[in-house]
């Protein structure tokens, strides 16, 4: 192949359908030659010795292979191997994105990757800005509250009250949209709008409990949207209505002269059958899919802009030869009467009435009017849908709050000049009164409005409700799953029977608040996600959309939850309530899902945080937790399906209190890295799980070392940070030892010890970890201490740890003090007693008397029972040191097998075997039905074999069922002071 040229790969493997990737092998001219570094990897094969293949399968091709043949010449380009690794493609590029690709297997490993060719995937209608986002949030933004309960807002308010609560709403929403922008512009948006923003920034939890809310609350809107549209098509057609209208007397005397009125209102029934009737026309109409709606919503959209323009045009026309009274015309005076409030009582269709039983405020009010700003998130409900989500939604988002912001304000100045306050309050289809030419007009506009309001409903409902189902958080929604471009039809048919269920109940108002709750939960939601992600500023926040700033983003949250407790309190409690138990049913029952939320990230900087402001100093005794490094495998094998011992992790669990604190499990891979690091990565997925299994708070390790001493010697010296370094070393006591194939148990278990005490890690040894009690299995003897050197007050802390557990509760502690024949046993008992009275601790002091080496050298040989083990062990050790004598002897130089020269002074050998076995009578003696036995660890002598401390330690420990044997460092864990 010559410079600069790319050999066809068919040219090459003529036997293989479709484009190949061939390797640089090594009679080619390579781009870069990195020979060097390829042969300077161990265990690996140069690309040069492997014949690497990777076709291009599953390509769809015609009878002859001409198309296929043009196409293979096309893309030659990507044939390309830099370093014999395949240059960046589509799989690579496919997986930044999160989207789900065939699992790929490296050049190196000769495997096929199959890549799909030739025509792209199909996918569904994709809107723009205008038809995406604009026009959804105009529709629902413009609702019915303007038409026919806008101008009482203003009679009831005045025009400086009402401009204030525009502003205070509009502020809200635009704060919201502002957030809102800034994190959709914050990379590739899939289908759920609001939800997929929340969940990935709030996590899955939070993401799925407001979700369902927000869904919630679109679908109630629908059926909300729905009835104001039929109620106003019955009032302006009385004819139409199936069954007999309701009659209602009203009584007003706020008015001149007094007005007694009937009003007469739709049957139950026709909203019901109406209702029905419409809410299945739209459906056909969602069911037709993205192309259908985007053609009918603008014959939805146009008549209301119509209605609007001839409302303003009435305005500027009033009044006209037959207009009320009341309607005077743009008038100073008249906008100078209405200016100021005037909150009073009002029956239940609004009318003053000195009488009623509801008392309008501003708070009531902004309750009332908040519905009329909702429907921003209308466009980001249809991510899914929009060709470009980055743009259209900061773009069509603002756009239409702003628009519809300025729409209410110069609405406030000019149904404040226009008619008295009288009129405005008593007329509540005003905006028909003044519209030019006919108040037919607005009867249209207001039932278009509604029915575009509640397509939109029925638009982003369903998609919402999919998004949350594809995200397979909840396995209870997976009915709802849809494919990508998809239609949502089975979530499209449950959003309308919601719809219907609320139709058929036909008045909803003691559920419209909780609704708006939804809503302002929602824009909560958005605006803490920014609040955290700009707070943190992690790497990964880089959002497009450049004006924004987290001290917004909290004053809009800020917003939403004030005007939920203006509106009510009892239903802001309501909402909260509910989001509350879908959230804990999430975290019961929902699948695990790692979005790389904000929280995570917030958690992390709190831990470098915390861990910066602890500092390198040491800990101060009343802060002080016990972080266990727990040793899982260190002796013998276990099942190779068990990672760890299980009363390791239980024993590791007693010594925490409530269950805080830490623990690492590690355990020690013999091999060298580069062979064993795969099966390394495995073991720990496998401890981790394991932990997981066994409720313990800790975190799975696993080192790849060529022997388990220098393995743990690497640990001991770096695992962990700082002050959260672990502290105790646990570990199994090497009842095993004396097997043949074992004998290096002795050297690795006094090399672990020794680097311990160097590294000034505490340690407990366990014996009989076998018999260690489970979590429920309860224990009535008492916890013994034999206290023999100073540890900090290590031991005494861990006993009381083992009280608070379930399984210990019941014990009673007892501290066995040792002291020689002629010290005074009462004043050393008094002093146990003090110090222990001080350090809050319950326990009963004993002290023991025991006889020194000396005394014993002098009395002579022991008398009792203990004889035997005394002059046993005395006889291995013997045997033991020949033996190692004379290999060393061999090899030309007497060595242990550390290194060090022989140097074994028998008198010295005799006093440690005396002390353990003497400290193991009295233990037998005192403490034989003990639940647990503590006892100080003696640290291996110097210059001793490490076969020598294994007779002394087994000597200790002979015939005790359950021991912790403890050792502690040097510094206190226990403080007298408070």
């Not at 039809?489 to 108002?509: H, K, M, P, R, S």
């Not at 003696?938 to 015939?959: C, R």
């Amino acid at each position: 192949m010559d410079n600069g040229e790319i050999e066809s790969a068919d040219d090459e493997f003529p036997s293989q359908r479709g484009r190949q990737y061939r390797p640089v092998v090594a009679h080619d001219r390579p781009v870069i030659q990195m020979s060097s570094i390829e042969s300077g990897l161990p265990n690996r094969e140069s690309p040069s010795k492997k014949n690497s293949v990777i076709p291009q399968s599953n390509m769809r091709t015609n009878a002859n292979d001409d198309s296929h043949t043009e196409f293979s010449g096309s893309q030659e380009e990507s044939k390309l191997e830099l370093f014999g690794i395949a240059l960046v493609n589509i799989l690579g590029l496919k997986s930044m994105t999160g989207e789900p690709i065939p699992a790929v297997s490296s050049p190196r490993d000769g495997e096929d990757v199959s890549i799909t060719l030739g025509q792209p995937k199909p996918t569904g209608v994709k809107l723009g800005t205008m038809m995406g986002v604009f026009v959804p949030c105009l529709q629902n933004i413009l609702g019915i509250i303007y038409y026919i309960r806008f101008s009482w807002i203003v009679g009831m308010a005045g025009i400086g009250e009402s401009l204030l609560l525009v502003t205070f709403c509009g502020l809200c929403t635009f704060l919201t949209g502002i957030s809102l922008s800034a994190i959709a512009t914050n990379g590739a948006m899939k289908g759920g709008g609001p939800y997929y923003l929340i969940g990935r920034a709030l996590g899955p939890e939070v993401g799925v409990s407001i979700g369902l809310c927000f869904f919630l609350g679109n679908a109630v809107a629908g059926a909300m949207y729905v009835l104001g549209a039929v109620e106003t098509f019955l009032d302006a057609v009385p004819g139409a209505g199936i069954f007999k209208e309701s009659a209602t007397s009203v009584n007003a005397t706020l008015l001149p002269g007094g007005v007694k009125e009937t009003i007469l209102s739709p049957s139950l029934h026709d909203l019901q059958v109406y209702g029905i009737i419409v809410i299945i026309l739209l459906c056909f109409i969602v069911f037709g899919g993205v192309k259908i709606i985007n053609k009918v919503a603008p014959a939805f959209l146009i008549p209301v802009l119509f209605s609007l323009f001839c409302i303003f045009i009435g305005i500027f026309a009033a009044p006209r030869h037959n207009a009320s009274p009341g309607i005077t015309g743009l008038r100073l005076h008249t906008f100078k009467d209405n200016w100021s409030s005037k909150y009073q009582f009002t029956n239940n269709a609004g009318i003053p009435d000195p009488e009623g039983s509801i008392y309008w405020n501003f708070n009531a009010l902004v309750g009332l009017f908040f519905p009329a700003v909702t429907g921003i998130m209308a466009g980001s409900n249809r991510s899914a849908s929009l060709k470009d989500t980055q743009r259209s939604i900061p773009i069509g988002t603002l756009a239409a709050t702003l628009t519809t912001t300025f729409l209410y304000l110069i609405s406030v100045l000019l149904f404040g000049a226009v008619a008295t306050r009288e009129e405005l309050l008593t007329n509540r289809l005003l905006t028909a009164a003044v519209a030019w030419p006919i108040p037919a007009i607005i009867y249209a506009g207001i039932i278009l409005s509604t029915l575009g309001a509640a397509l939109q409903s029925l638009t982003g409902a369903p998609r919402l409700l999919a998004a949350i189902a594809n995200d397979d958080i909840l396995p209870i929604l997976k009915y709802f799953k849809v494919a990508d471009g998809g239609e949502p039809y089975l979530a499209t048919l449950f959003t309308a029977f919601l719809c219907i269920g609320c139709v058929v109940i036909g008045n909803i108002d003691l559920i419209t608040p909780t609704i708006t709750m939804f809503f302002l939960m929602c824009y909560a939601g958005v605006n803490l996600s920014c609040f955290l992600l700009d707070l943190l500023d992690a790497p990964s926040w880089r959002p497009r959309w450049k004006f924004h700033h987290w001290s917004l983003s909290l004053l809009g949250a800020s917003l939403c939850i004030v005007i939920m407790l203006l509106i009510s309190w009892s239903f802001t409690v309501v909402a909260l309530a509910l989001a509350s138990l879908i959230y804990y049913y999430v975290c019961i029952k929902g699948k695990a899902g790692d979005w790389g939320d904000g929280f995570k990230s917030a958690y992390f900087q709190l831990a470098l945080r915390s861990l910066r402001s602890l500092g390198a100093n040491q800990v101060h005794p009343k802060n002080w937790y016990p972080i266990p490094l727990i040793f899982c495998r260190p002796w013998g094998k276990l099942p190779e399906n068990v990672p760890c011992h299980p009363k390791l992790a239980d024993f590791a669990n007693c010594m925490k209190k409530k269950g805080r604190g830490m623990s690492i499990f590690v355990s020690i891979l013999d091999g060298d890295y580069y062979e064993c690091a795969e099966d390394a990565k495995t073991a720990c997925h496998q401890l981790s799980t394991y932990i997981d299994y066994k409720r313990c708070e800790g975190v799975a390790e696993i080192v790849v070392a060529p022997s388990m001493a220098e393995g743990f010697r690497g640990i001991v010296q770096t695992m962990g940070l700082g002050n959260l370094k672990p502290n105790i070393v646990v570990m199994r006591y090497p009842e095993i030892w004396r097997r043949e194939n074992l004998t290096e148990i002795p050297s690795t278990f006094v090399s672990i010890i020794n680097d311990c005490i160097v590294a000034n890690k505490a340690v407990v040894i366990v014996k009989g970890l076998d018999e260690w009690p489970g979590e429920y299995q309860k224990q009535y003897g008492t916890i013994d201490l034999y206290w023999i050197v100073r540890d900090g007050g290590l031991m005494l802390l861990l006993s009381q740890l083992l009280l608070t557990k379930e399984s210990f509760e019941s014990c009673k502690i007892q501290v066995f003090c040792i002291a020689e024949e002629d010290v005074e046993a009462e004043d050393l008992k008094a002093d146990v007693k003090k110090f222990l009275y001080d350090l809050r601790m319950q326990a009963e002091v004993i002290v023991v008397t025991m006889k020194s080496w000396e005394a014993h050298v002098e009395g002579g040989q022991p008398q009792d029972d203990s004889l035997e083990a005394f002059t046993s062990a005395q006889r291995r050790i013997a045997t033991y040191l020949v033996e190692m004598k004379e290999r060393a002897s061999r090899e030309g130089q007497p060595l242990m097998a550390d290194g060090k020269p022989v140097v074994v002074n028998e008198q010295q050998v005799d006093k440690f075997l005396y002390t353990m076995l003497k400290l193991n009578s009295t233990i037998l003696r005192h403490s034989r039905m003990a639940s647990v036995v503590f006892v100080s660890l003696p640290p291996p002598p110097i210059d001793h074999p490490s076969y020598f401390y294994m007779e002394y330690m087994d000597l200790l420990v002979e015939n005790v069922p359950r021991m912790l044997i403890v050792r502690g460092y040097r510094r206190d864990v226990v403080t007298l002071f408070t």
